[in-house]
């Protein structure tokens, strides 16, 4: 790992488009790898997911590292290697460990902050959602159109801090691991990154909606083949993170 944090460029709005293929390119280069360490992924979440209250901080705060190991992976397939179990566990075996731990805590204190808001915001509105939900038959117009006011700007401005806090967390866990850069220097890169390609990242977005509306409703009408969509498509969003990473803060090197 280097030393000196890269400076993030500013690429064309079309690269957008060109890191899903990118992606998938990496995918299909080594696509049981992927799948197995999705499918680990897929469980570690879920195991997770069934702790209350403690089992989501946990995954919030091992998240950075996590992605950071499957970084080096994306990097090894770009190599010409397979994906392993062992890529995905890259970030543990790092030293210090502390950065990274680091990071995670960030990633936890962003969580909490937003849930709180969500409370905040929700909390005394809750006897009114309650009594609407118990009996949707019986809601008025007057009723819908005030629970639409009431709660469209909390669940948008919602939407917008899970927004900025993915900005800053996109590129941080490749930045420490293949860079050094400190915690805060990472995120604050990282959202620098975002924030002068928000042209490429709109199409990205568009592209991957493209994907992702299409196989969402497959997979409610065929489950099996959706499942299988899914799990090229998941793979493909996370390969394509590597993609604009390389694109962004490596200008002189291929994607």
């Not at 062992?86 to 902050?113: A, M, W």
Request: proline residues 8%; glycine residues 8%; neutral net charge.
């Amino acid at each position: 790992m280097g030393a000196v944090t890269p400076t993030p460029r500013r690429v064309p709005a079309l690269n957008g488009f060109r890191w899903i293929f990118g992606g998938f390119t990496l995918v299909f280069h080594s696509p049981f790898g992927w799948l197995k360490v999705t499918t680990l992924w897929f469980l570690f979440s879920l195991f997770c997911g069934v702790i209350p209250l403690m089992g989501p901080l946990v995954f919030s705060l091992l998240f950075p590292t996590l992605f950071a190991g499957l970084m080096t992976g994306c990097q090894a397939v770009e190599a010409g290697r397979s994906l392993t179990i062992q890529h995905l566990l890259n970030g543990f075996r790092q030293k210090p460990i502390q950065p990274y731990i680091t990071l995670g805590g960030f990633n936890v204190l962003g969580e909490l902050l937003i849930t709180a808001l969500l409370v905040i915001w929700v909390g005394p509105h809750m006897a009114e959602l309650q009594s609407l939900s118990s009996i949707p038959d019986a809601v008025s117009p007057e009723q819908a159109q005030t629970f639409i006011d009431t709660f469209t700007p909390i669940f948008l401005g919602i939407a917008v801090l899970e927004m900025l806090l993915l900005v800053l967390f996109l590129y941080a866990p490749a930045l420490l691991i293949f860079h050094s850069t400190p915690p805060v220097q990472s995120l604050l890169t990282s959202g620098k990154a975002c924030m002068i390609n928000t042209p490429a990242f709109i199409a990205n977005g568009v592209g991957l909606a493209a994907l992702v509306v299409p196989t969402a409703f497959v997979s409610f009408r065929v489950p099996l083949l959706g499942a299988l969509l899914v799990t090229v498509l998941a793979p493909t969003i996370a390969a394509s993170v590597y993609v604009s990473y390389r694109d962004i803060f490596k200008p002189h090197e291929t994607i």
